[in-house]
C-alpha cells in the first residue's frame, strides 16, 4: 500500500517546503523506495503560465507540456524524475474540473459546493500516482491559515480519517525567527501555527524549523511540549549554502528513519550515501577558476524567474571545477556594454514582450564581435536570429512579428497552429520534441548524437524564408523538427556561439550537467569540446 507524507507551511511563505519535501524523498530513494512528489497551489489561476515572473518566479515545463511551478524542477532535479500534469495542481483547475462537470450535469442535479465535490477532486489528485511509486510526497502551498488554502488542508484531513494512521505522515515547515534585539530565537510563531494546524483537525509528526542559528536543547523541548511532538521530531534546518547538502543535513538528525518508523516502513537496501559524497566533491571543491557570466534578461532584480538556468550554470560549472558567479544584468540598463565588459560569457534567456528586446540584441551583438561565448535560449536565439538578420545580412530593421507585425523582414514569426488561437494559457508549443541535428556542427559536438528530444515553451519561430539570406552571412542551422522548424542555430568562426528554441535548463541535474551548458562553461574557461 502506498504511503503519503504531507508537507505544509507556517509563519510566513518561502520557507522552502519544496526543498524540503524533496531532500526527505532523495533519502527515500536512498533507501531504496520509488518517491514522486506532488504540488497543490491554492491560487485561481489554472497555471503559472500566464503570470508574470515578478509574481510566481519561473515557468517550469514538464516533459508532457504542462507549465508549472517552480518547484517541479526542483522535484525533477532532487529526485531525478520526469514529471507530468499530475504532478502540479492549482485551485483555479481543480475548480474548472469540478465546474465543467456540474455543467455536464455529472452530479445529477445535487447542489455542487466545496465540501464534499472540491475536496472530492483533491481527494483524488492526492491518488493520482499511486500505482507508479512506493511513496507520495504532497506538497500544499501558502501558509497555514490562508483562506484559499483551507479546501486543500480540508481534503488532506479527510484523507488522513479515511485511510490507515500508519500510511499518513504529515510534516509541517516553520520559521523560527531570531530577534536581534532580544539577542533570541522566538518559538512563538511555530506555537501559534502548529495550533492553527491542529484547529484543522491536522496533528503534525514532525516539525522542520528553518532557523538561522542553531536549535539548542531546550528550545526543541519547548517546542515538542506546545506543539505535541516527539522532541527527536522537531528537525533544525540551518540555512545552508547549498541545497543540495539538506538531504544530508535531515540524515544527521534521522528525518528518514523516523520517517519510516511512522509509515511502518522496512528500508528495500541499505541506505546509499555515495550521493552524499558526489554532491560534496561539487559543491565543495576549492575550486581555483572562477568565471564571471552575464545573463542579460528583463527580470535581472528576481533570481527566481532563471531558477533552472541558475541551477544549470552553477551545475556545469561544478562538474567542471569552476565557479560561476552569475551577474544578472536588466536588459534595459544604460551601462549595459560597459557590464558586459567585465564578464566571460553572455547568456540570453527566454521570455515574451517587447521590454528589453534592444537590450539583448545589443549584447548578442557585443558577444559576436568580440568572440564571447554566448548561448541564446528560446526568445534569446531568435534574439540572435535578429541581430544576424539586421547587422550581417543587412536586412535593415529586421524583427520578428511578435514586437512588429508590419516589419518588412519578419525573420521571427508566429507558428502556423498558433496563428487562431485566441486564449494565451496552455496553448503554447509546449513540452518535449524531437530534432535532428547535423553532423560536423557545434551541436553535434556537444550532443554527439543526431537525434535529441527538448523541451519546448514557445509561439514563435525563425522563419524558414530567411534561412538561405542568413547562412549566406554565416548563420548556420544546425537542428531541425521534422526538417522544418529551426532548433539550433550557431556562428561560422565563432569559437562558441548558439542558440536553441528549446529549454535545456529544465533538465540539468546536480550529477549531470545538460551538454549545451556543459560545453557553453567549457567555452568559457577555454577548453576544447
Known amino acids: 500500500m502506498e504511503k503519503y507524507i504531507f508537507i505544509t507551511g507556517g509563519v510566513v511563505s518561502s520557507l522552502g517546503k519544496g526543498i524540503s519535501g524533496a531532500s526527505i524523498g532523495k533519502l527515500l530513494q536512498l533507501h531504496g523506495f520509488k518517491v514522486t512528489m506532488i504540488k497543490f497551489d491554492p491560487y485561481i489561476n489554472v497555471d503559472p503560465g500566464t503570470m508574470n515572473p515578478y509574481q510566481h518566479g519561473e515557468v517550469f515545463v514538464t516533459v508532457d507540456g504542462t507549465e508549472s511551478d517552480l518547484d517541479l524542477g526542483t522535484y525533477e532535479r532532487f529526485l531525478d524524475i520526469y514529471t507530468s500534469k499530475a504532478n502540479t495542481n492549482t485551485a483555479g483547475d481543480i475548480y474548472q474540473t469540478v465546474i465543467n462537470k456540474e455543467r455536464r450535469g455529472d452530479y445529477g442535479g445535487n447542489t455542487v459546493q466545496v465540501i464534499p465535490h472540491i475536496t472530492d477532486e483533491i481527494k483524488k489528485r492526492f491518488k493520482a500516482l499511486k500505482n507508479n511509486f512506493d511513496v507520495s510526497i504532497i506538497e500544499i502551498g501558502g ?117 519510516l518508523e511512522k509509515l511502518n516502513m522496512e528500508p528495500i537496501k541499505r541506505f546509499d550515501k555515495k550521493w552524499f559524497v558526489k554532491i560534496k566533491s561539487l559543491s565543495e571543491f576549492e575550486f581555483n577558476r572562477k568565471i564571471n557570466i552575464a545573463v542579460v534578461g528583463k527580470y535581472a532584480t528576481l533570481k527566481d524567474a532563471y531558477k533552472s538556468i541558475d541551477e544549470s550554470l552553477n551545475i556545469a560549472a561544478a562538474e567542471l571545477n569552476a565557479k560561476a558567479d552569475i551577474h544578472y544584468i536588466d536588459a534595459e540598463d544604460e551601462n549595459l556594454i560597459k557590464k558586459l565588459r567585465d564578464c566571460n560569457a553572455i547568456l540570453v534567456p527566454g521570455g515574451f514582450g517587447n521590454r528589453g528586446i534592444e537590450g539583448k540584441i545589443k549584447s548578442i551583438t557585443y558577444a559576436r564581435k568580440n568572440k564571447i561565448p554566448f548561448l541564446g535560449i528560446c526568445l534569446g536565439m531568435q534574439c540572435s536570429v535578429i541581430e544576424v538578420s539586421r547587422n550581417l545580412a543587412k536586412l535593415k530593421n529586421a524583427n520578428s512579428t511578435e514586437f512588429n507585425e508590419n516589419t518588412e523582414y519578419p525573420v521571427i514569426k508566429i507558428l502556423d497552429e498558433q496563428k487562431e488561437i485566441k486564449y494565451k494559457g496552455g496553448t503554447m508549443r509546449l513540452g518535449n520534441y524531437k530534432s535532428e541535428v547535423k553532423k560536423g556542427t557545434l551541436a553535434y559536438n556537444l550532443y554527439e548524437n543526431t537525434e535529441i528530444e527538448e523541451r519546448h515553451r514557445h509561439r514563435y519561430e525563425m522563419n524558414p524564408e530567411f534561412i538561405d539570406i542568413l547562412e549566406k552571412v554565416g548563420l548556420l542551422v544546425s537542428a531541425y523538427h521534422k526538417g522544418v522548424l529551426p532548433e539550433i542555430i550557431e556562428m561560422k568562426g565563432h569559437p562558441f556561439f548558439i542558440g536553441v528554441q528549446f529549454h535545456p535548463e529544465f533538465t540539468s541535474r546536480p550529477l549531470k550537467a545538460h551538454p549545451i551548458f556543459k560545453g557553453f562553461i567549457k567555452a568559457t574557461l577555454r577548453e576544447g569540446l
Do not use: W
Open 143 to 259: 501558509t497555514i491559515g490562508d483562506i484559499e488554502s483551507l479546501p486543500f488542508i480540508e481534503a488532506a484531513r479527510q484523507f488522513q480519517l479515511e485511510n490507515r494512521k500508519e500510511d499518513i505522515c504529515n510534516i509541517h515547515v516553520t520559521l523560527v525567527p531570531y530577534v536581534a534585539g532580544a539577542n533570541e530565537l522566538k518559538t512563538k510563531p511555530t506555537q501559534h501555527s502548529v495550533k492553527k494546524l491542529r484547529e484543522i483537525g491536522i496533528p503534525p509528526s514532525m516539525i522542520i524549523c528553518r532557523t538561522e542559528y542553531k536549535l539548542d536543547d531546550s528550545l526543541k523541548k519547548k517546542i515538542s511540549l506546545f506543539c505535541d511532538v516527539d522532541e527527536n521530531c522537531v528537525i533544525e534546518a540551518l540555512d545552508s549554502p547549498c541545497i543540495y547538502f539538506i538531504p544530508e543535513a535531515l540524515h544527521k538528525q534521522n528525518v528518514d528513519l523516523l520517517i
